[in-house]
């Protein structure tokens, strides 16, 4: 079975700073990949996703997410974090092809921004 | 256009009650599921139901969990003789295909439960 670690629990950044997420999977194949946001009493908002190709992915809001298979990491970075980025980060796995509707998540790492 | 909707909000209830919680999808969206968000487990998927497939119920964790789907929209989660370890978030996503290539699900905003 899948399983993904987010190794911080609680990150702080100044506003304006760069932030990479950590985000580790245990998979015994290339997992379909996927990062999710949740802001306080909103549902989850899908940032990127990873399925093949090229290993860096753009998202939205200013995100990207690099795939590296060696390392079984799929990190989430922003050049430049906003206030507005403050919020909950999820990310997942799903199995390729068949099954690949079951996402496994993360625990999640809260971000929060120093203005 | 309108997103995932559920209902309510939230719902407070005791120990040993039956609750039902609803979520409408995204219309058109064939593909339905249901996630479990708790401070201890985290997110865990729940259930998926897809068309007129018979659903994947793998993610249910007992016997007084179930779920239906009327007319291949809108969704019920029912749980029986709540137990206090059944608080948490309940989550309902919709995605527009047959999920078989992992479509973007959409999230609703969720049914806050707590069991007294």
């Known amino acids: 079975a899948q399983s993904v670690t987010q190794p911080d629990i609680h990150i702080t950044v100044s506003e304006g700073a760069s932030l990479e997420l950590r985000c580790n999977y245990s998979?015994?194949?290339?997992?379909?990949l996927f990062w999710y946001v949740q802001s306080p009493g909103q549902g989850l908002q899908l940032l990127l996703k990873?399925?093949?190709?090229?290993?860096l992915v753009q998202g939205i809001k200013g995100f990207e997410a690099e795939f590296k298979r060696s390392q079984s990491s799929f990190n989430l970075r922003k050049p430049s974090v906003h206030w507005s980025d403050a919020a909950e980060y999820f990310c997942a796995v799903s199995r390729a092809g068949a099954g690949s509707y079951q996402l496994t998540f993360g625990k999640g790492t809260k971000l929060s921004v120093i203005p | 256009g309108a997103g995932v909707s559920q209902s309510p909000s939230n719902k407070v209830t005791e120990k040993g009650k039956d609750v039902e919680l609803r979520c409408d999808p995204i219309s058109g969206h064939t593909a339905l599921y249901w996630y479990r968000q708790s401070l201890g487990q985290g997110l865990e998927f729940l259930i998926y139901f897809q068309g007129n497939s018979a659903p994947d119920k793998s993610g249910l964790p007992s016997d007084r969990f179930s779920a239906e789907r009327t007319g291949g929209s809108v969704s019920t989660l029912t749980i029986q003789r709540t137990q206090q370890e059944d608080s948490a978030v309940y989550l309902c996503?919709?995605?527009?295909?047959?999920?078989?290539?992992?479509?973007?699900?959409?999230f609703g905003p969720g049914t806050r439960l707590t069991v007294l």
């Open positions: 998979y015994g194949a290339t997992p379909y």
């Open positions: 990873y399925f093949s190709g090229d290993t």
């Open positions: 996503a919709s995605s527009p295909r047959t999920g078989a290539t992992a479509d973007t699900q959409y």
